[in-house]
């Protein structure tokens, strides 16, 4: 295999010094990685072989088998196929960076002047400085676009014309021919268009261009609420995600690598969208500790775009943990716990809705001291989900216009009607709720039971032992808390937010108790 694995790698590589899109140097680099790997096992397994005595002496010809030549023809073709799938992959799943799909002319049909028109224009934090170029009619344009922010970027135009995505500090000339009609532009990182990263060119003297379609996204239908249904069974591979909190570790530091994965996953029957995760689930891994504990975090971004993370359970300067960081980039994040709570972590980066509706959030459990010991003990996170495309990413518009099709509980909905909690009549069953938003207000409820102690935001607003009883554990977005109960007797209590529709959205469960 050698002839495949050295025109993977090198191919790969040259691929990767390319100006192509990002999701495309991310796919091509793993088969290098693949490629440069795999020379371990293969040595590995060579030194067997040679150690083990032959079956029967060596032959130098074998009747039917290709000269060696035509074999490494062959293999290196093999690999130069390996890589060119890795590239038509990235762009069939990223085709607006790769300026795939629908453009309009330009020119307009306009008679060229021969003259060219050059523009210098800096990207400072999410705007396009200036954000508007005005063109004499006919002429060329050429702009040469810098990049003096923190975060890549790259620009569109709706005529087809595009930059690569330019890394801080970096710079990219555009031709965008010769200009007969005003010509939309933005940045085709998801959100940032919606966040006003937008530039237009201006014909003067031609003719307007009063639809400037948005070719950010894949170009298909959004999904909405009305194309699911939330009553069928989940797909072949559903596993319901474990709801029981485990007991804090004896250690006093908890150390944690996360890892910025962009996974295609099942969120409800039918709704298969394209998340930001932490470790390859929305939401992310739970952390259980103490007061007093430290954290030690590291965030490795294997994504796309840039990312970031925000713990609420820690009190720090956010200039340096919380920075964003690039595609590749690693850093890393500690804290110590002073206070008990549950608290939220999410992706900080901007836009921040985006980010944490496609999936970039969880929990931190910081126990309050003296917690007394329960029989059960679950944990659930309450989330929205704004889908867009079949395996595309979150739809910013249903964000900014705050339309969820889904709200649900641990990032599928109704996923505990398939797969209940369980508990014996008489048990002490302790809940902990976080909201994780980003914009929905949670009020956690059992029907059919009574909340004997609550909790919430660091203080009990229902202490053990009174008389008094509570129905619900109301959140506001990034807000946490638990609540404590026993069932009388056997039987099915559905768990929800009693924000009804929501409840109806997918935030509902089972608490199945036997006797």
Known sequence: ????????????????????????????????????????????????????????????TTSGSR???????????????AVLLAAAGGVALDPAAAGAGPTFDGAAGVTATGNTTTVQVSIQGKRFVPDVIDVPSGDRLVVVLHNTGDESHDRVLDSGVRTPRIAPGEQATMDAGVVG???????????????????????VGGAANPASPDHSATGAAPLSATDLDLMAPPGAGFRARDPRL?????????????????????????????????????????LHGRIGDAFDITLINDGSIGHSIDFHAGALAPDQPMRTIQPGQSLTYRFTATRSGIWMYHCASMPMSLHIANGMFGAVVIDPPDLAPVDREYLLVQSEMYLGPQGGIADSDK??????????????????????LTAKAGERVRIWVL?????????????????????????????????????????????????????????????????????????????????
């Open 181 to 203: 009609t005003d010509i939309a532009g933005w940045c085709s990182v998801a959100g940032h268009r919606q966040m006003g990263m937008v530039l237009t060119v201006r014909a």
């Open 246 to 286: 485990e007991p804090a570790p004896a250690t006093s530091l908890h150390q944690l690598t996360l890892r910025v994965q962009e996974v295609e996953r099942e969120v409800a029957p039918g709704a298969t969208p394209t998340q930001w995760t932490f470790n390859g689930t929305a939401p992310g891994p739970t």
């Open 67 to 81: 000269p060696p030549a035509q074999r490494r023809v062959g293999l290196a073709a093999v690999g130069i196929a």
């Open 399 to 420: 964000i900014s216009t705050e339309r969820p099709d889904l709200v649900v509980f641990n990032g599928y909905a109704n996923q505990y009607d398939h797969a209940p």
């Open 435 to 515: 909201n994780a938003g980003p914009q929905h207000g949670s009020a956690f409820h059992v029907v059919g039971g009574q909340f004997d102690t609550v909790w919430q935001e660091g203080a009990y607003l229902l202490p053990p032992g009174t008389t008094g009883g509570a129905q619900a554990l109301g959140l506001s977005p990034a807000q946490g808390g638990f609540v404590e109960l026993s069932l009388p007797e056997a039987g099915h209590y559905p768990f929800v937010t009693h924000a009804m529709v929501d409840a109806e959205r997918g935030a509902h469960g089972i608490l199945h108790v036997t006797d």
């Open 1 to 60: 295999g050698a002839a495949a694995r050295v025109t993977a790698a090198n191919v790969g590589l040259l691929v990767c010094v390319l100006p192509v899109p990002s999701l495309v140097r991310v796919l091509v680099s793993m088969v290098v990685l693949v490629a440069l790997a795999s020379f371990l096992p293969l040595l590995l397994r060579a030194v067997l072989t040679a150690r083990r005595p032959p079956a029967q002496p060596p032959s130098t």
